[in-house]
């Protein structure tokens, strides 16, 4: 179904190849797992199938791409559209119409197909991706998750026999991503639909994939095997792998149920250890309130008498399904979004009768779509605007993103970057002012695994350091790893409020993989059972 022979993309002014001399095949009616470091070129791998590269990113591809028969250096992607349906990492850009009932057809009109198949589409698809109560919402309207499942819809209603998904399921809750991964099985499986997906979510996914293409980066060799074979020897795999390797377990589990059937031994083996916990500065002082908060869109209210307390050195996590209120707290929190009900505190002040240079030298926000805070044109013009607007010594910034993104080279234009490459720019634009309340809105959308593990470290020297974190997130190993306390929204309502291992631990939902492996104890992250594992070897 798809054939790579010998291919090579390089960029105009890059040094070396984004993909070097790549050759694979990937069969008919198979989900391939796409997995590589932030900026590694898994996105130029899939736009390559498509013949989005190079006939509109621009460079030089050599080789040849081999889609049904079709050579992408002949057929542009207009002349694949009828085989291969593309879901891009950010859904607004390929959104072109208005309401979510109309974006779902337009691709099927552009087809020529008739209006009796549009219309039964509409509704399968409407209902596959629990999308029917939002027939008629305006896009702009819908929350970040909710715009990635309209996304998805779009193409999925074309009924391509290829789908390339890249990072489906970043901005998605728990439960719409199962959904989402369940309607893309029943497709391979049933309809022999070929899915090729990159995600960095690997505990999601993995465990479904029939293949696994390791995209190495820096124009090295790329891998492809079977996911057993390929996550034995990753540089990056999902907890319940990095606890199979931890506690020598053969063969390697992939999922939460295999590795369940043979947690027994740790299980007894960890009886009467406690998880090694971050230290809280003892700081009561809270330096963020909301009080009986209401936030409305029009008539419906996003938000109903919501209270929260945030103290200086806390990582609150806010977690909910897609249009919970998460997004909406955090906007308010930072003065903007429709006028409130309630009262909102920063320090003591209306975060909307703060000036700009106050307010941003008091709560600093990293929103969903970090693009919208780029205006240069290179990365080292980015940062000194940066330091400047933050009043702050010159270089903070590019100092700052030195730490979390190493890769990112000063000459390039943000519109470039990979979105886990933006997210962490604009990150560190916000952290120049050093605010002492730091909000972020889906900050590990398009992250690695190691660039997300550098990013909770960042967040906790900051905690340490006595700023207040508050983060509205889906990806519970990051809440597993980072957060003190957990608040969970459901409907504009805050419905749970505690100690992060006592509310994950008890949500199906929200529980990360160690602790749904070594329930009923409270073990979080693979670190802290290796850290307890230690602890036994020398106690004994």
């Known amino acids: 179904m798809i054939r790579f022979e010998d291919v090579s993309v390089t960029y105009p002014g890059a040094d070396r190849p984004t993909l070097a001399h790549v050759s694979l095949h990937i069969p008919e009616g198979e989900l391939v797992l796409v997995v590589g470091r932030t900026g590694s070129g898994k996105t130029t791998f899939l736009r390559a199938i498509n013949g989005l590269v190079p006939h509109f990113t621009g460079g030089t591809l050599k080789g040849r791409v081999i889609v049904d028969g079709r050579d992408t250096a002949t057929h542009p992607p207009r002349e694949l559209a009828d085989v291969v349906g593309v879901v891009p990492q950010d859904p607004m850009s390929a959104f072109v119409t208005d309401v979510v009932e109309d974006e779902l057809a337009y691709g099927m009109e552009s087809l020529g197909l008739p209006a009796d198949t549009m219309r039964r589409r509409v509704e399968e698809t409407l209902d596959l991706l629990g999308l029917a109560d939002l027939r008629g919402r305006a896009l702009r309207t819908l929350s970040g998750g909710q715009r990635q499942r309209v996304a998805i819809g779009a193409v999925l209603a074309a009924h391509p026999r290829i789908l390339v998904l890249d990072e489906p399921t970043s901005a998605l809750d728990p439960g719409a991503a199962e959904e989402v991964l369940a309607a893309l099985q029943r497709l391979v499986h049933d309809l022999g639909v070929t899915v090729v997906l990159a995600e960095h979510r690997l505990e999601r996914v993995v465990q479904y994939a029939d293949q696994v293409i390791v995209v190495p980066g820096e124009g090295r060799p790329i891998l492809q095997g079977t996911p057993a074979d390929m996550m034995r020897s990753a540089p990056i795999a999902p907890p319940v792998v990095e606890l199979g390797r931890l506690a020598g377990w053969h063969p390697l589990p992939l999922s939460v149920r295999d590795a369940r059937r043979a947690a027994g031994p740790l299980r007894d083996l960890l009886v009467g250890q406690q998880p090694r916990l971050r230290a809280v500065p003892e700081d009561d002082r809270p330096v963020a309130t909301v009080d009986d908060l209401t936030v409305r869109y029009g008539v419906n209210a996003a938000l109903s008498h919501v209270d929260l307390s945030v103290r200086a050195g806390e990582v609150v996590a806010l977690m909910g399904r897609n249009g919970a209120g998460k997004s909406t707290l955090l906007h308010a929190l930072v003065g903007v979004g429709p006028r409130p009900e309630g009262d909102i505190r920063v320090e003591g002040r209306d975060p909307r009768a703060l000036p700009g240079s106050a307010l941003l030298h008091s709560v600093g926000l990293v929103p969903q779509e970090p693009s919208d805070l780029l205006e240069a044109s290179t990365i080292a013009e980015e940062c000194r605007t940066a330091d400047r607007d933050a009043a702050c010594e010159p ?142 070897e020398e106690a004994g």
Do not use: N
Request: aromatic content about 2%; proline content about 6%.
């Open 395 to 536: 270089g903070t910034t590019r100092a700052l993103l030195a730490l979390m993104a190493p890769e990112i080279d000063d000459r390039m234009h943000p519109r470039d970057l990979s979105e886990g490459q933006r997210l962490l720019l604009v990150l560190c634009i916000i952290l120049a002012a050093r605010p002492p309340v730091l909000l972020l809105d889906e900050p590990t959308r398009g992250l690695d695994y190691p660039t997300k593990a550098r990013l909770a470290q960042v967040l906790t020297d900051l905690a340490g350091a006595g700023h207040a974190i508050v983060l509205a997130t889906h990806d519970v190993e990051l809440v597993a790893d980072l957060a003190d306390r957990v608040v969970i929204l459901a409907d504009g309502e805050v419905v749970a409020d505690g100690r992060t291992a006592r509310v994950v631990t008890s949500s199906p939902m929200f529980a990360p993989q160690v602790a749904k492996i070594l329930s009923p104890q409270e073990w979080l992250t693979v670190e802290q059972v290796a850290d307890a594992l230690v602890s036994i």
